[in-house]
């Protein structure tokens, strides 16, 4: 397959990072009550925001934060596990992306809507330092939307730091 046929987009851009996965949910992976264990889902989702990162600035990165992580149905075993992930903003070093997470029964087709996350991620040069990375391509209003909260959340973040780093110790 050429890179041509594999990637869409233009260079940067959203779309240019979109990863999809799929996993089955096999014994292994379920916890006592016959659902997915939410720490293997957590390292999908790890491994897909990742791969997303990379797809955009093409370097090592490591993972800086969870940001938020709503588990919002249990997914079944047995049950197929969709992830779908891009990078929705890039700042100097980091980048966030967002990965979707869906639950696909595989008898009757049904699909729902069963985690989303937000991740932070900081691309890394030779030597460990964090190295900056190109700025994102926004193509249409979702890309937008999608930049705009990750800003909003960021700031946030931004701000508990601080906040956390100017607290008074005892
Ligand atoms: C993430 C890490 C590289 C940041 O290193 P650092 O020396 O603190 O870097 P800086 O303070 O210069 O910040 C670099 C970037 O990281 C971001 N960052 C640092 N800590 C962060 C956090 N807790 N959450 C989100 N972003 C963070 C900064 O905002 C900055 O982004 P920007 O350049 O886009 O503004 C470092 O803390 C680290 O290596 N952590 C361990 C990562 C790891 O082991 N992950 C699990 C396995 S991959």
């Known amino acids: 397959m050429s890179t041509s046929t594999l990637f869409t987009g233009p260079p940067f851009s959203v ?8 996993q089955h949910v096999l014994p292994q992976f379920a916890n006592s009550l016959g659902n997915v264990f939410g720490g293997q889902v957590l390292a999908w989702i790890d491994i897909c925001a990742a791969t997303a990162a990379q797809r955009h600035c093409r370097s090592v990165v ?3 934060s969870f940001d938020a992580v709503e588990f ?20 100097n070093t980091s980048m966030e992306c967002g990965v979707a997470v869906w639950s696909e029964n595989p008898l009757t087709g049904e699909v729902r809507k069963a985690m989303r996350a937000y991740t932070t991620f900081v691309a890394l040069d030779e030597y460990g330092k964090a190295r900056p990375v ?19 959340r960021r700031a946030k973040r931004l701000a508990t730091r601080l906040a956390a780093t100017n607290a008074p110790r005892g």
């Not at 997914?75 to 929705?88: A, D, E, P, S, Y």
């Not at 890309?143 to 800003?151: G, K, P, S, T, V």
Request: hydrophobic content about 40%; cysteine-free.
């Open 15 to 22: 779309s240019r990072t979109r990863v999809d996965m799929t």
């Open 62 to 64: 490591v993972t800086a």
């Open 72 to 91: 919002l149905l249990p997914i079944k075993l047995g049950h197929i596990v969709v992830l779908r992930g891009q990078v929705n903003a890039t700042f």
């Open 134 to 152: 190109p700025k994102l391509v926004l193509e249409t209003e979702e890309d937008q939307r999608r930049h705009r909260e990750a800003e909003e």
